[in-house]
């Protein structure tokens, strides 16, 4: 018996599409995966977690180029620490940024949403 996950089993598992998984691994972002012996992708739980490590990173918005940069430091060693470090220390900063961002945004929102409950208790007290 076949061990690991299909391609369809491993996109149910992350939310991912098949196409985006077959994908991340035509450009380099999932870099070993296993296959079967008639050649279908079989993904075992540590690429899963790669995978959803993935999704983070462009679910917040990391552009695919810096996501392959990633891929590639990690693969050259340990002697690309530092840099893989800064990477995601950059990210990080960026993320934040857009949170304060969001946040601001949430905050003009809801003023205007107290504005308009407090305008329409107003006319419900005039009926």
Same mark, same amino acid.
């Given at each position: 018996?076949?061990?690991?996950?299909?391609?369809?089993?491993?996109?149910?598992?992350?939310?991912?599409?098949a196409?985006?998984?077959?994908?991340?691994?035509?450009?380099? %972002?999932?870099?070993?995966?296993? @296959?079967a012996?008639?050649?279908?992708? =079989?993904y075992?739980?540590?690429?899963?977690?790669? $995978? #959803?490590?993935?999704?983070?990173?462009?679910?917040?918005?990391?552009?695919?180029?810096?996501?392959?940069?990633?891929?590639?430091?990690?693969?050259?060693?340990?002697?690309?620490?530092?840099?893989?470090?800064? %990477?995601?220390?950059?990210h990080? @900063?960026?993320?934040?940024?857009?949170? =304060?961002?969001?946040?601001?945004?949430?905050?003009? $929102? #809801?003023?205007?949403?107290?504005?308009?409950?407090?305008?329409?208790?107003?006319?419900?007290?005039?009926?």
């Open positions: 018996m076949e061990t690991g996950l299909t391609v369809q089993q491993a996109a149910q598992k992350t939310g991912l599409s196409h985006t998984i077959r994908y991340y691994e035509r450009i380099g %972002l999932i870099p070993t995966i296993q @296959r012996a008639n050649g279908h992708r =079989r075992t739980e540590d690429d899963i977690g790669w $995978i #959803e490590f993935l999704k983070c990173l462009r679910s917040t918005g990391m552009p695919i180029a810096e996501m392959q940069r990633y891929v590639e430091l990690q693969q050259a060693g340990d002697a690309t620490l530092n840099d893989r470090l800064a %990477l995601l220390e950059a990080r @900063r960026r993320i934040k940024a857009k949170i =304060r961002e969001l946040n601001n945004f949430l905050e003009r $929102i #809801e003023g205007k949403i107290d504005y308009y409950q407090q305008m329409k208790n107003r006319l419900q007290l005039r009926d």
